[in-house]
């Protein structure tokens, strides 16, 4: 018998002793998604449904990402709350694919002989402008004709213009009402519920054009058709519409070479969770339903890729583009006969669209005014150009305009007011540009708004962390400066300079590299002994400016570099929460007792990340990391130089979780309920 209690009591002892208690990391984390992505559920049987889907969404995530054959990642987006029944039926549409009948408008072009393209293609800074999100609405057919036409005047004109899709949704939708314009396309698109590309193409080279986002805004609904805008492009009818049937990859390169752009239709079932690297996946085997359009070509991570831009918006994807597997017929047991997700099956080009001239506006930065007296302020600003007439205007405190003043600015682009008024001080201003002519359309007008402050700009400072130097006679010598040693209040980009403290120009042994902020040279005999008073200087756009100087010397003894100790760790950052790590003094040693001081990059030589900072006099690391960095590591050196321009690194991984697991979990629950169960053992024991 008490064999049997002594048994049970050490059973007891190690349960109690080695019980962690569970955590709800997955709770955790549909609060952080509901909160990153605005999600309100009317019901709690609702909510329930979809933290069911989500859970079922991040276990498939696991197992994907998890799996080394997987060439791509899985990702929690705005679509995780979805089952898939829903997505296809709000995001996919339910006709891309047209029959023979209702394509005979549409002329199918000559395949021309192919000439030069070249081996990679990536028109995403130039022929497209940022990313568009379709909204709960099945409109990717509208996206994929405008950016068509986007594309195509940038490859004509070299303007990047934002059309409307609003305008293609409702003008060939089945049943728009009033101001509908008749055309061959009648009740033969669904608006929301599905269109085609080819439709909106030809309804915009007959009878449409495209007009500015500007005028006509996305609702993503479908809505009465408005024809009262000006049109900013029209297809060009005296050319055909090109689009081709189970093109080439090699005809595709030459379209996306010639003209910027490519709209395709593609099967999108398995896309909505798609986070990053190259798509290969067996779900998209089935009919299109999925307007796109291709950006480009070219290879990653070994792998040959289409990019491709998508209309679910900039958090989808890698920053709303994908990266499709390119020359892949069969993967996983499935065949295409027209390449994955069938992206070689139909697509469209345009060779000319600009009907109507379009003139740039000037781009307008750095704008400020800061009052001179109680009754008098001074704005200021810079522009691209001198082609452009300006305009300033005051206004009351709910923006009703009380009085404006054209101003033309100075050739080299610097432009600047005074204005007399009642009160300077809360005065609200804005500039915008204008060109006063009927031969153009106004596209790019830009206006930025201010409020007279006290002061225009706040000069940058010296925060610390630049030290004196030891450079040893025909050694080479590197010295780099942190970049946090200045700030700036207004987040100005600083520009750095050096010279002598009496403002002649450095050793001629020694360069200064101010993107780099470093210094670097070799010293020779003739140099011994000499100590130069180096300034550094900072400035920032306004040219206001801090400035620090540093000795260095120059001798010929031997230095001694410094040494590492080994106590950097392995680092856990919750997200949403401030993470500060502080180094240990004993981090770093030098034998020469020289001052060191400190800089951090990731392993590869790059800047931290972005909420990350690493504050070098205090040799501490800070920040907050966003949901987006769940689950990244980050392999981040410490780098210390003596004055001698000597440097050893320390590394250590910081990962990015929803808990830190690497302290300890509190136990002191776990000693009362322990001393408890042992005395009703020993009560049991002595039977008492």
């Given at each position: 018998?008490?064999q049997?209690?002594?048994?049970?009591?050490?059973?007891?002892?190690?349960?109690?002793?080695?019980?962690?208690?569970?955590?709800?990391?997955?709770?955790?984390?549909?609060?952080?998604?509901?909160?990153?992505?605005?999600?309100?559920?009317?019901?709690k049987?609702?909510?329930?449904?979809?933290?069911?889907?989500?859970?079922?969404?991040?276990n498939?995530?696991?197992?994907?990402?998890?799996?080394?054959?997987?060439?791509?990642?899985?990702?929690?987006?705005?679509?995780?709350?979805?089952?898939?029944?829903?997505?296809?039926?709000?995001?996919?549409?339910?006709?891309?694919?047209?029959?023979?009948e209702?394509?005979?408008?549409?002329?199918?072009?000559?395949?021309?002989?192919?000439?030069?393209?070249?081996?990679?293609?990536?028109?995403?800074?130039?022929?497209?402008?940022?990313?568009?999100?379709?909204?709960?609405?099945?409109?990717?057919?509208?996206?994929?004709?405008?950016?068509?036409?986007?594309?195509?005047?940038?490859?004509?004109?070299?303007?990047?213009?934002?059309?409307?899709?609003?305008?293609?949704?409702?003008?060939?939708?089945?049943d728009?009402?009033?101001?509908?314009?008749?055309?061959?396309?009648?009740?033969?698109?669904?608006?929301?519920?599905?269109?085609?590309?080819?439709?909106?193409?030809?309804?915009?080279?007959?009878?449409?054009g495209a007009?500015?986002?500007?005028?006509?805004?996305?609702?993503?609904?479908?809505?009465?058709?408005?024809?009262?805008f000006?049109?900013?492009?029209?297809?060009?009818?005296?050319?055909?519409?090109?689009?081709?049937?189970?093109?080439?990859?090699?005809?595709?390169?030459?379209?996306?070479?010639?003209?910027?752009?490519?709209?395709?239709?593609?099967?999108?079932?398995?896309?909505?969770?798609?986070?990053?690297?190259?798509?290969?996946?067996?779900?998209?085997s089935?009919?299109?339903?999925?307007?796109?359009?291709?950006?480009?070509?070219?290879?990653?991570?070994?792998?040959?890729?289409?990019?491709?831009?998508?209309?679910?918006?900039?958090?989808?994807?890698?920053?709303?583009?994908?990266?499709?597997a390119?020359?892949?017929?069969s993967?996983?047991?499935?065949?295409?006969?027209?390449?994955?997700?069938?992206?070689?099956?139909?697509?469209?080009?345009?060779?000319?669209?600009?009907?109507?001239?379009?003139?740039?506006?000037?781009?307008?930065?750095g704008f400020s005014?800061?009052?001179?007296?109680?009754?008098?302020?001074?704005?200021?600003?810079?522009?691209?150009?001198?082609?452009?007439?300006?305009?300033?205007?005051?206004?009351?405190?709910?923006?009703?305009?009380?009085?404006?003043?054209?101003?033309?600015?100075?050739?080299?682009?610097?432009?600047?007011?005074?204005?007399?008024?009642?009160?300077?001080?809360?005065?609200?201003?804005?500039?915008?540009?204008?060109?006063e002519?009927?031969?153009?359309?106004?596209?790019?007008?830009?206006?930025?708004?201010?409020?007279?402050?006290?002061?225009?700009?706040?000069?940058?400072?010296?925060?610390g962390?630049?030290?004196?130097?030891?450079?040893?006679?025909?050694?080479?010598?590197?010295?780099?400066?942190?970049?946090?040693?200045?700030?700036?209040?207004?987040?100005?980009?600083?520009?750095?300079?050096?010279?002598?403290?009496?403002?002649?120009?450095?050793?001629?042994?020694?360069?200064?590299?101010?993107?780099?902020?470093?210094?670097?040279?070799?010293?020779?005999?003739?140099?011994?002994?000499?100590?130069?008073?180096?300034?550094?200087?900072?400035?920032?756009?306004?040219?206001?400016?801090a400035?620090?100087?540093?000795?260095?010397?120059?001798?010929?003894?031997?230095?001694?570099?410094?040494?590492?100790?080994?106590?950097?760790?392995?680092?856990?950052?919750?997200?949403?929460?401030?993470?500060?790590?502080?180094?240990?003094?004993?981090c770093?040693?030098?034998?020469?007792?020289?001052?060191?001081?400190?800089?951090?990059?990731?392993?590869?030589?790059?800047?931290?990340?972005?909420?990350?900072?690493?504050?070098?006099?205090?040799?501490?690391?800070?920040?907050?990391?966003?949901?987006?960095?769940?689950?990244?590591?980050?392999?981040?050196?410490?780098h210390?130089?003596?004055?001698?321009?000597?440097?050893v690194?320390?590394?250590?991984?910081?990962?990015?979780?929803?808990?830190?697991?690497?302290?300890?979990?509190?136990?002191?629950?776990?000693?009362?309920?322990?001393?408890?169960?042992?005395?009703?053992?020993?009560?049991?024991?002595?039977?008492?």
């Amino acid at each position: 018998m008490k064999q049997s209690f002594l048994i049970l009591l050490l059973i007891l002892v190690v349960g109690i002793f080695s019980y962690q208690p569970l955590t709800s990391d997955h709770e955790v984390e549909f609060s952080v998604f509901l909160d990153k992505f605005g999600k309100d559920y009317k019901a709690k049987e609702e909510l329930d449904f979809r933290k069911q889907i989500f859970q079922q969404r991040l276990n498939e995530l696991h197992e994907h990402n998890s799996n080394p054959k997987n060439t791509w990642k899985k990702e929690i987006n705005h679509f995780s709350d979805l089952t898939d029944e829903e997505f296809n039926a709000i995001y996919l549409s339910k006709h891309t694919k047209i029959d023979d009948e209702r394509i005979k408008p549409l002329k199918q072009k000559e395949i021309k002989p192919l000439k030069s393209y070249p081996t990679t293609l990536d028109n995403r800074d130039t022929h497209f402008v940022d990313i568009k999100d379709q909204g709960q609405c099945g409109s990717c057919w509208t996206f994929a004709s405008t950016t068509l036409v986007e594309s195509s005047l940038y490859n004509q004109n070299g303007i990047l213009v934002e059309l409307s899709e609003e305008q293609v949704l409702d003008c060939t939708y089945k049943d728009p009402g009033d101001g509908y314009v008749s055309n061959p396309w009648d009740n033969w698109d669904d608006g929301c519920d599905g269109g085609n590309v080819y439709h909106s193409l030809t309804l915009n080279r007959d009878y449409l054009g495209a007009v500015s986002m500007k005028d006509y805004p996305y609702v993503g609904s479908d809505g009465t058709c408005d024809t009262g805008f000006t049109k900013l492009a029209t297809v060009n009818s005296a050319d055909p519409l090109s689009y081709v049937d189970s093109g080439t990859e090699s005809q595709i390169k030459q379209a996306l070479y010639d003209y910027g752009g490519v709209a395709i239709v593609v099967n999108a079932n398995g896309w909505s969770s798609y986070g990053s690297g190259v798509y290969q996946s067996s779900d998209c085997s089935g009919n299109t339903n999925h307007a796109v359009a291709l950006s480009g070509y070219g290879t990653k991570d070994g792998e040959n890729v289409w990019i491709l831009r998508n209309s679910w918006g900039s958090g989808w994807g890698e920053n709303g583009y994908m990266y499709l597997a390119r020359g892949i017929s069969s993967y996983d047991g499935v065949t295409w006969n027209d390449g994955m997700c069938h992206v070689r099956e139909r697509y469209s080009y345009l060779q000319k669209t600009l009907t109507t001239p379009l003139e740039q506006m000037d781009d307008i930065t750095g704008f400020s005014c800061a009052y001179d007296s109680s009754t008098q302020f001074t704005c200021e600003w810079t522009v691209t150009g001198d082609d452009s007439t300006y305009k300033i205007y005051w206004y009351t405190d709910d923006k009703e305009e009380t009085s404006s003043e054209s101003v033309s600015c100075q050739s080299s682009g610097k432009c600047s007011v005074t204005k007399t008024v009642s009160q300077a001080e809360g005065t609200n201003v804005a500039v915008r540009n204008f060109i006063e002519t009927s031969n153009y359309l106004q596209y790019g007008q830009m206006t930025q708004w201010v409020t007279v402050s006290e002061t225009g700009n706040n000069s940058p400072t010296y925060e610390g962390g630049i030290v004196d130097q030891n450079a040893a006679c025909d050694q080479s010598f590197t010295y780099t400066f942190a970049a946090d040693c200045f700030s700036d209040q207004d987040g100005d980009t600083l520009t750095y300079s050096s010279t002598q403290n009496d403002g002649s120009e450095l050793p001629s042994w020694l360069t200064f590299d101010a993107s780099a902020r470093k210094f670097s040279g070799t010293p020779s005999e003739s140099e011994k002994d000499i100590v130069y008073t180096i300034k550094v200087i900072a400035k920032d756009s306004y040219d206001d400016q801090a400035s620090v100087t540093f000795k260095l010397s120059v001798n010929g003894e031997n230095n001694n570099p410094p040494t590492y100790e080994g106590c950097l760790v392995e680092k856990i950052a919750v997200v949403n929460r401030t993470f500060t790590y502080v180094l240990e003094d004993n981090c770093f040693d030098d034998e020469d007792d020289d001052e060191l001081s400190y800089t951090s990059t990731l392993d590869d030589g790059t800047d931290l990340p972005d909420w990350l900072i690493f504050l070098s006099s205090e040799k501490t690391f800070n920040g907050t990391a966003p949901d987006e960095e769940l689950y990244n590591d980050y392999s981040i050196q410490v780098h210390a130089q003596d004055p001698s321009g000597e440097t050893v690194t320390g590394d250590f991984t910081l990962k990015i979780r929803l808990t830190d697991t690497s302290s300890t979990s509190d136990s002191s629950f776990t000693k009362p309920l322990f001393l408890t169960l042992f005395i009703l053992l020993l009560l049991v024991w002595f039977e008492i």
